[in-house]
């Protein structure tokens, strides 16, 4: 009755690829599952909902990530961030209603602190550090992560490597520890 389904935005996603070993989870062709750098892991559905300001019915193909979330909602609701610490995000609006053309991200970085892996993506190129390999891949051919590439391409690979060291070197430690405690700096 109040229309308010008209006027709000709505976010559909998963927050991980799906537990295999757990339940009846079934990534399909993607590799392993939750917890986990490969596609299985972090390839989830996302999908958006805005009456009158995203189309219907459009099939969006670039890599967004849920940072993109937070960005949207304040980029569309016109708070200005410039004076705070900068957002993680990409407003999608623009590019979902055919403002913007390209992709939102020129690349997207993912960390599993505790577990020691990290994965880059740029454009289809995705490297994979997990136990100490650093993999690479070209997801429009390979979308199963089936075929480590660093030997063939190793331009791409060495770049892809630097790129997640200076992203890295940016990041903080978890102030959480695994059961919700707060660690304390010594």
Known sequence: GEGIDENTIVFFLSDN???????????????????????????????????????????????????????????EAGVDTRNNKPLDGVNL????????????????????????????????????????????FDLEDDISEANDLSRSDKETHRDLERQVEDWNGQMIDPVFDKLGSWKMNK
């Open 17 to 75: 690829g799906g537990p295999l070993e757990k339940n009846a989870s079934d990534n399909g062709v993607l590799r392993e599952g939750k917890g986990s750098p490969f596609e299985g892991g972090i390839r989830v559905p996302f999908a958006a909902r805005w009456p009158g300001q995203i189309p219907a019915g459009i099939d969006y193909v670039e890599p967004v990530i849920s940072l993109d979330i937070l960005a949207t909602i304040v980029g």
């Open 93 to 136: 609006a623009p590019y979902l209603r055919g403002e913007r053309s390209g992709a939102p991200h020129d690349i997207l970085f993912w960390r599993g602190y505790d577990q020691k892996w990290f994965a880059a993506r740029e454009a289809n190129h995705k490297l994979v550090n997990k136990r100490g390999g650093k993999l690479l």
